[in-house]
């Protein structure tokens, strides 16, 4: 895709179709998103969209408009960051909007209920996949500071109760500087 004008349209059409038909949030998204741009269209590499993925999870503001903004930016740039942000954000706002009309007549309906539970039942499944394929992806790199990050952060919330922020900004550090002494030694040996 490097070589080659992107096409807006598909993109826009591409991250319409994922958010309208995603319900959970945006951990439920980014496995979608991995499956459309990494295995069918081929615009980005898959440990790019792990890195993508880490990004737009520690960002502030929604994971999904995070990473559709982030995967639009590197499809198409500017442009693709706008088009990506407009087809992730107007499915939801039709539907939030639609459902706002009718709310008061549903809110206590024994069939929304039962709809909204199997809804979450669903999510919580997409949710331990992406956990699972996360963590196999981070398993097949075969480093053990990663490895190491993870079982430490989850740790630290978990079982210490660390501030997510805290947890965050250390994370970014420590991969920052792993990148960098990486980047150093692959100089060094060039």
Not at 22 to 32: A, E, H, N, S
Not at 120 to 147: F, H, Q, W, Y
Not at 155 to 171: H, K, Q, T
Request: hydrophobic share 55%.
């Amino acid at each position: 895709m490097d070589n080659q004008k992107p096409d807006y349209w598909k993109l826009f059409i591409s991250t319409f179709e994922l958010s309208a038909c995603t319900f959970g949030g945006g951990f439920v998204i980014i496995p979608l998103m991995r499956k459309k741009f990494v295995d069918e269209l081929h615009w980005i590499e898959e440990q790019e969209m792990l890195d993508l993925t880490a990004i737009a999870q520690s960002s502030p503001g929604a994971i999904a408009v995070n990473a559709s903004i982030l995967v639009g930016y590197r499809v198409g740039g500017a442009l693709g960051a706008l088009t990506t942000v407009l087809g992730t954000v107007l499915p939801p706002l039709v539907i939030i909007s639609l459902i706002s009309l009718c709310y008061t007549a549903v809110r206590d309906s024994a069939v929304v209920s039962m709809v909204m539970a199997g809804m979450l039942a669903g999510v919580g499944a997409v949710i331990c996949d992406v956990v699972l394929n996360m963590l196999k992806s981070l398993v097949e790199t075969k480093r053990v500071l990663p490895l190491a990050i993870l079982v430490l952060a989850f740790a630290a919330v978990r079982f210490w109760g660390v501030n997510i922020v805290v947890i965050i900004l250390v994370c970014g550090t420590v991969g920052a500087a792993d990148t960098l002494l990486r980047m150093k030694k692959e100089a060094v040996q060039s």
